[in-house]
């Protein structure tokens, strides 16, 4: 292996863990947000911008980079960290939440857990028989539409670790089949069965890409599976985690209810020295949950998003600039945050921007909202390297949520 | 007076001049290119980019901030820098121009010279007879019509001087009346006459807000007008030149062939210790026409609004980034720039955010396209200094243009 290593600083009561993940471009220390950068770019901001906001790490989408600009662009670019000018740790995902998603969701808003629940599945299915249904899966790969032309295309483990070669993340994920957490028992299984196959695949595609006898160049995590049942998802955890995978990623078709007991399965039984990524999670009571229950990264495109609509974090809660008692109020979004918007700029003068459809509305909330998770992780990381985790905990959620 | 003060370093031969401009928010090296900040925001950059291009001052749009967020909560804010943040020098408009060409052109696409054509003028005619026809004249003011939600405002000279003192701009424009270059010779000389009574009545009020027997704050620059008759522009540049204004601003109601002329007309006579602002001129050879004909200052949305749509400048001639041949081209957009953008990406790159309808794309446009005008007008003050400003015309118009 050796294209990153793990070191475990400090372990809480339970699963969570304070720790180190050192990658050719720099480490990471853990818990972490990921920032996501889903065409090579973190939307409305520089790069710059992403690493002075504290910004660590930044995802991009192999399932948007490979329909545009196109992942050999990208590799003849020298990867997307440098197509991008992003100088520091780079993840790309598999392109599999993207397929299913988007495949099937052409058109309509993205939901990350609703959406998935529309997915064809199990025999091969005609997209087109179906309205809106846009992906269909076979034991070798997905075939689907782009969102972008209806083009049609095809995702195998080994065509995603093509492309994600060509995309060069540190960091890459194992082709993996996303379910809904709605799909019955029997296709869960039936799926983490064909994700499990997937990984293997995947695996093997990347070694033979690979240098063989050297040290990887980029990293291979696994991604756990099975839904919310308790047997599928630690069946999946014991399988991949006999594998010789860098690192873990863990799926989220779960019920957000379901989500810290899925998770904690999951923890329990995954190798302890390799690092463990959730996927697309960003609210801060699933970010408390995911670090006491193990996990190490998490990515969400959620900030960024709901910024650019006027949706922002505070401690006391989030707010919308777009609300008429924001017009005149002088203050920052939030007078406790560090952030470049809040130390230079009004709620009046955001406000303002907001309501005249001005761009850098949206770069100033998003680097707020963004700086918001990654200092709320940073602060989870320093309690629980301090032992005060649980303080941290109640004394954030109870003023958040006003609970 | 005091609130400014205007030191000319250098005369060329004819009317051209190199000169420093001193604001109460810092000095301004002359020939410059002003930065236009519509709204209060340079479209898609923080003040930071804005300074680190090398942009001396910014210009915000008095009809845009009037309308929203108004000007009582930007004179809440401390005024339009403190607002957006920008700690340079400052310049409001009249809010003449608008009211003539956005209240007239309501809804259809906006060309500085040849939309001013269709204004209503004359007697008072109501706006909603005429189809689009928002303004209507009289000799006191401009009733006109909202461009965002068909509201009726009026802005008189005393009322500009009003909302100008409100937006708190180092520099502020008595109100004019802007017209076509294509009307006949009695309506211009008519306008005219009216423009330099409104002169009259913008001091009067601007000396009446501000605050008796004390230095002005706020700097004010009459606008000559007079279309393209040599006549009227010089007879407009020696009423207006007899006033006790701070400086001077230029109505560009001429064609762009006549430019040259009528500049140079009303430079011969206007003061020459007061600073002349060229108003909505960009193109570079108009630029150059502009600073040898004695013009100190020159705003324009070009370089913005062009930028956004994928065109920038390069040594060699404007080019659109959405051309297919610089999906794979890994140079800069020009290698003999200094901006941040061409330091930092790709036209590939910039290629993919465009197509991409990323937001990026606006802002590295943008930078770039204002640093190129930037540096050209600090480059003619360096050849206006240096003795060689006829050689850096012919040598970039000839590449340019490719002449």
Not at 90 to 114: E, I, N, P, W
């Amino acid at each position: 292996m050796g294209s990153i290593s793990f070191k475990i600083e400090k372990k809480m009561e339970g699963l969570g863990r304070a720790g180190v993940l050192t990658t050719p471009h720099g480490t990471i220390q853990t818990p972490a947000f990921v920032t996501v950068g889903t065409k090579a770019t973190v939307k409305a901001l520089t790069p710059e911008m992403v690493r002075d906001l504290g910004a660590q790490v930044v995802l991009a989408n192999t399932y948007h980079l490979y329909l545009e600009p196109g992942d050999e662009i990208v590799r003849d670019a020298g990867g997307f960290g440098k197509f991008m000018n992003w100088s520091g740790p780079t993840m790309t995902d598999s392109g599999g939440f993207q397929v299913f998603s988007l495949g099937v969701a052409f058109g309509s808003k993205m939901g990350k857990l609703s959406k998935v629940g529309d997915v064809v599945v199990g025999e091969e299915i005609d997209a087109e028989d179906k309205a809106g249904k846009l992906a269909k899966i076979d034991e070798d790969g997905v075939t689907f539409k782009s969102y972008k032309d209806g083009s049609e295309h095809r995702f195998t483990p080994e065509r995603s670790m093509e492309i994600q070669h060509n995309l060069g993340a540190d960091i890459i994920f194992a082709f993996d089949e996303c379910t809904s957490p709605a799909a019955p028992y029997e296709y869960q299984k039936e799926a983490m069965d064909r994700t499990h196959r997937w990984a293997k695949r995947s695996l093997d595609a990347h070694n033979l890409l690979g240098s063989p006898g050297l040290p990887r160049k980029q990293a291979l995590f696994g991604v756990v599976q099975g839904g919310r049942h308790r047997d599928l998802r630690e069946e999946s955890a014991r399988t991949l985690g006999a594998m010789d995978f860098d690192g873990y990623g863990i799926g989220g078709s779960f019920d957000k209810d379901d989500m810290d007991a899925a998770v904690g399965w999951v923890n329990a039984i995954l190798p302890e020295d390799k690092p463990r990524h959730l996927l697309g999670i960003g609210e801060p009571v699933d970010l408390f949950g995911a670090v006491e229950n193990g996990c190490d990264l998490f990515d969400c495109v959620a900030p960024t998003r709901t910024g650019r609509n006027g949706a922002v974090h505070t401690h006391d809660g989030r707010v919308n600039l777009l609300n008429a008692r924001f017009v005149r109020d002088f203050t920052p979004i939030d007078p406790e945050c560090d952030c470049y918007t809040c130390k230079n700029y009004t709620r009046a003068y955001l406000a303002h921007l907001f309501r005249s459809d001005e761009m850098l509305a949206a770069t100033l909330a998003s680097i707020h909202n963004l700086r918001f998770l990654v200092r709320l992780v940073n602060q989870m990381r320093e309690a629980i390297l301090g032992g005060t985790f649980e303080t941290l905990k109640t004394n954030f959620l109870t003023r958040y949520y006003k609970k």
